[in-house]
């Protein structure tokens, strides 16, 4: 009797001892904050589970906030990291706030090959606020507030009439790069004489313009027959605070090819082995390289597909582009082929750590796609389509980041 006793204290003791174990080791710890280049790089002691953290917004002011769940601070205490908060919120989350002027586009993620880390992007510094605790505002105010709530219901109405009427909201605080492949002394492809740099800052015109139509800022690479250096290709959609960067182009393939080749393909920053998409990358970075040296360029393109942060959405946006492309081209024209989304080494993708993807439009020397990219009605409904890809990968992004 005395040992079924003991035997089942032990088991009683061991599932104790097992239970806090796992309860334990499942807390991870915030090892490391640090900003760099614009972003919150949070490191942890454990791999990190992205579905642990969760992110929502105040108003009142502006405040976005990540809550990471099964976490503790490698410091008990309160930490301000120049205009933001970390502090253990509850004893098993730490919170991050990020007080800021007014709303801004925010998808944090995982760095490649990185399972301790999560960056998150920080605002720009023209539209930071101090860091300061959040004072709820006193019932004198809440009060006044509410005898101006039907003026301001009615303001609120007529804004939302305007927006509808338009038949867009309006994204002033998306903006998004626009760039037209190849120009000046570089041509790109030639077939029957037309010229890919004609025919991309054509289409990337039309992309500009329907995006705008949709409330959307533009910032157009060149908007004329000018030359980019690849520096400068590179680092724009940065330099001008991008959510998007679209770089377009037209494909070619050598003459015995010619009429076999076709197709509408979107491409983003990815090594590849298939000998296909290495073929186009190396046609089209053969321009954008010249004077650049090779061991430079190879650095840059291998950190950039490392340490990549936007890979993932790249991905996303290029399908999204590339199925409304195929979808309006193919309600008036036969036989227009659908290359799909693929990835490879392009350059002009290098160093933009917004979503960036580079759009073949079509094969310039294939005869019969050059006779309809040519065309005005022909490059409108591919400049829809990338309106309308970008447009439908924003909207679930946002949806991803609210849930």
Wanted: aromatic share 8%; charged share 25%; net charge positive.
């Amino acid at each position: 009797m005395g040992k079924s006793v003991r035997v089942k204290s032990f088991k009683i003791l061991f599932v104790f001892f097992f239970t806090t174990i796992l309860l334990f080791s499942s807390v991870n710890r915030l090892q490391k904050a640090e900003i760099v280049k614009g972003e919150l790089r949070l490191k942890f002691l454990n791999p990190c589970d992205k579905k642990k953290i969760k992110q929502f917004t105040l108003t009142k002011p502006f405040r976005r906030v990540f809550d990471l769940y099964n976490t503790q601070l490698k410091c008990s205490t309160n930490k301000t990291k120049h205009f933001l908060r970390i502090a253990q919120y509850k004893p098993n989350i730490v919170r991050i706030v990020i007080p800021c002027e007014k709303p801004y586009s925010c998808t944090p993620y995982k760095p490649l090959f990185s399972t301790k880390e999560y960056h998150i992007p920080l605002p720009k510094k023209s539209s930071i606020l101090p860091a300061k605790r959040y004072t709820k505002p006193k019932l004198h105010i809440i009060t006044t507030e509410k005898k101006k709530h039907k003026k301001a219901s009615k303001l609120i109405a007529a804004t939302k009439s305007s927006t509808v009427t338009s038949g867009y909201h309006s994204h002033k605080h998306e903006l998004i790069v626009i760039d037209a492949g190849h120009g000046g002394h570089d041509t790109g492809a030639i077939g029957g004489g037309k010229r890919e740099k004609d025919l991309v800052l054509s289409i990337a015109k039309k992309v500009a313009k329907e995006l705008k139509k949709r409330g959307y800022p533009i910032y157009l690479t060149r908007n004329s027959n000018h030359f980019l250096k690849l520096s400068q290709r590179t680092h724009i959609a940065d330099k001008k605070g991008s959510i998007a960067f679209i770089s377009i182009h037209a494909n070619s393939v050598p003459k015995k090819y010619r009429n076999k080749a076709h197709g509408v393909e979107t491409f983003f920053l990815q090594n590849t082995r298939d000998a296909k998409s290495q073929r186009i990358a190396a046609r089209e970075n053969a321009a954008v390289l010249k004077g650049a040296g090779s061991r430079l360029s190879k650095k840059v393109i291998i950190d950039s597909v490392l340490n990549g942060p936007k890979i993932i959405e790249s991905n996303k946006l290029a399908i999204a582009v590339q199925r409304r492309i195929i979808t309006n081209l193919r309600r008036k024209y036969r036989g227009v082929r659908d290359g799909g989304v693929r990835h490879a080494p392009f350059y002009v993708l290098v160093g933009a750590s917004r979503p960036s993807i580079l759009v073949e439009v079509g094969y310039i020397s294939n005869p019969k796609e050059r006779a309809r990219l040519f065309t005005s009605r022909y490059q409108s409904l591919i400049a829809k389509g990338i309106a309308e890809g970008v447009s439908n990968y924003l909207n679930n992004r946002k949806k991803e980041i609210d849930l």
